[in-house]
């Protein structure tokens, strides 16, 4: 009879590691716990905003992260549950791979018994595991062995489908995937805070929580528990108790990968609370910003109408229409959750840089208007003028600084537009390239330090203006308001060494000018803007403006019938009312500048290089 003698090289269970299983039952657990406090911080954290924000709301408000942290307990509970399992099964190993110890030494004792009892035969029969004529008691023992060791095998497998059942019994169908939950938690929560409130609408909760909601959905392959406890599953496709071998290698994988998912929840976690803290805190920045912008206005209206002050009317009305619109600004950013910023009258902070070092006094096809030779008042204007062109061409605002070489020295002319006349230039909203705007209208109109003033003291500041050049400012509307502004701090006349201001349409009776800086002020008679200031009317009465011996006003007539405000304050008219007039204070005051060295020969024509020019856009941030 022949048969197949028992070989100890054939009991299964070699890979058995019951160590490898429980360390990694209590990684397991300390991740868990860490995960449960995860999501009792994020609630925490969350809930400080209580310390600043009171409102009936507030408690509904504060509560609406609560299933975060309920939901961090759920799998915290659920991964003990596993790692229970898996002591277990550790334990079921032990004892299994003590089964398999005894049953190797036995299998090795009975083949050596085996060779001793087959005389000469015995080391083949041994060796290659068959034999013709063993006694009845040693096959009767051969086969009891060989059962055993069948019997090992089928407990081994036996073990580990227990163990995936009991784990698949964890994630019941019944109870949706913890990942889901978490994402409908903060969804949920989100949701929750903008209905409260009244504000942010479901688009924009939708585009959140898809941010990095969807990350923990649909991203790491490794992210299996907290990705659902989708152990039924992975047990299953792992080959567990689906009759895959003993399943064991792939077992001790998979409990890696647990690990592994577990690793990337906790970073998730860490994660998600930081992108809500920061859409949180942006909204929450973007809502004090625009209420520190009627902090500012606030203090700007009362510096005019303080008492005790001799109030000009001009400052308190252009003060106090700021004020409102700032407040009505910050009122729909909050209204709207800090989605939208307002920022109404929100005159920011200023910025200046240079974008042509070299402006050439021909055409040269780039869209930049060609630097004018200031030959004559005209020509002035002229600069004027091209200032607002270039402007235009960048779509924000230009100081034009000219630089005349002449005999006694260089001087300099430094150009600056009014209000930008575009949409933009007269809406309530701030525009971060256009200072010279409605905002810095009424925030130097107010009486305050406008971003359009500080932006032009930055822009000659970058220009290359000779070491103790005389300079001449000249400035249209709010132009003339911020030159006139500039030129009452005597430190600034001092430092840039400003000789000459010329305004052209621009209400600066309530301006104290420098008594060493020539004062030429232009505007037409029916030109409403160069009126604004009422002739520095006060709230107690009508105000005495001091002008110097060196200030000259010259009123042109009106280009236009009184009623045209447009045609009548605009830089163009200004420029031909210029060219074509007659008057004799404008005309000596033409002389006096081509004495100073700001004007060059009248008869000259074409190029000239004694002239070169710079181009400075200036801007505000918010």
Not at 8 to 14: F, I, K, L, S, T
Not at 40 to 53: K, P, R
Not at 457 to 468: H, N, V
Not at 539 to 556: A, C, D, F, R
């Amino acid at each position: 009879m022949q048969f197949l003698l028992v070989d100890a090289a054939r009991v299964p269970g070699e890979e058995l590691d019951p160590g490898a299983v429980e360390a990694t039952s209590g990684a397991l657990r300390s991740k868990a716990s860490t995960i449960r406090d995860l999501g009792a911080d994020y609630v925490s954290a969350w809930q400080t905003i209580g310390e600043h924000y009171e409102a009936p709301e507030a408690p509904q408000l504060l509560g609406s992260m609560n299933p975060v942290r309920d939901e961090a307990e759920l799998v915290a509970t659920d991964t003990h549950r596993v790692c229970d399992h898996l002591d277990d099964h550790a334990t079921t190993l032990r004892t299994l791979v003590d089964k398999r110890k005894a049953l190797i030494a036995e299998i090795e004792d009975f083949r050596r018994r085996v060779a001793a009892e087959t005389d000469g035969l015995g080391g083949v029969i041994a060796d290659i595991g068959i034999s013709l004529t063993l006694p009845p008691h040693l096959m009767t023992e051969n086969d009891a062995l060989q059962h055993r060791l069948d019997a090992l095998g089928g407990a081994i497998t036996e073990a580990e489908e227990e163990c995936a059942a009991r784990i698949r019994a964890v994630d019941a169908p019944a109870a949706p995937g913890w990942a889901g939950q978490f994402a409908d938690a903060v969804s949920a929560g989100a949701g929750q805070i903008a209905d409260t409130l009244g504000w942010g609408d479901s688009d924009e909760i939708e585009r959140f929580t898809d941010s990095f909601l969807n990350d923990l959905l649909n991203g790491s392959p490794n992210l299996l528990l907290p990705g659902g406890l989708a152990l039924a599953g992975l047990a299953g496709g792992a080959g567990l108790g689906q009759g895959g071998g003993t399943g064991q290698q792939v077992f001790n994988d998979w409990l890696r990968g647990l690990e592994n998912g577990i690793k990337d929840g906790q970073q998730w976690i860490d994660d998600a609370v930081s992108d809500f803290g920061a859409w949180w805190m942006d909204r929450v920045e973007t809502i004090g910003d625009d209420w520190a912008n009627v902090g500012d206005a606030s203090v700007e209206w009362w510096n005019a109408v303080e008492p005790g002050s001799t109030a000009r009317v001009t400052e308190v009305s252009a003060s106090t229409l700021r004020w409102l619109g700032a407040v009505s600004g910050a009122l729909g950013t909050t209204a709207v959750g800090g989605t939208i910023a307002f920022n109404q009258f929100d005159d920011g902070n200023p910025w200046a840089s240079t974008i042509n070092d070299d402006v050439s006094q021909e055409f040269d096809g780039s869209g930049t208007p060609q630097l004018a030779v200031p030959r004559g008042l005209d020509g002035l204007a002229r600069g004027m003028v091209d200032a607002y062109d270039a402007g235009t061409a960048v779509g924000g605002a230009v100081v034009r600084v000219t630089t005349i070489d002449g005999p006694d020295g260089p001087k300099v002319v430094v150009t600056v537009p009014g209000t930008d006349f575009s949409f933009l230039g007269w809406s309530p909203l701030a525009s971060p390239n256009l200072p010279n705007d409605l905002t810095g209208n009424l925030v130097t109109a107010g009486g305050g330090q406008s971003t359009m003033t500080d932006a032009v003291r930055m822009a000659m500041e970058q220009a290359d203006i000779p070491e103790g050049a005389d300079v001449l400012m000249i400035g249209h509307s709010q132009g003339g308001m911020t030159t006139a502004k500039l030129t009452s701090d005597p430190d600034f006349v001092e430092q840039f060494n400003v000789t000459d201001v010329i305004t052209l349409g621009s209400p600066i009776d309530s301006d104290s000018i420098d008594p060493g800086v020539n004062v030429l002020e232009i505007k037409h008679d029916s030109d409403t803007v160069a009126k604004l200031d009422l002739g520095d009317a006060r709230l107690t009465g009508m105000g005495s403006p001091e002008k110097s011996q060196n200030h000259t006003i010259v009123t042109l007539d009106d280009p236009s019938h009184f009623l045209d405000g447009y045609n009548n304050h605009i830089e163009d008219k200004y420029l031909e009312s210029i060219q074509d007039t007659h008057d004799a204070d404008l005309a000596a005051a033409e002389q006096r500048l081509r004495d100073s060295g700001f004007l060059l020969e009248a008869d000259g024509t074409g190029v000239d290089d004694r002239v070169s020019g710079q181009d400075i856009q200036v801007g505000r941030t918010d």
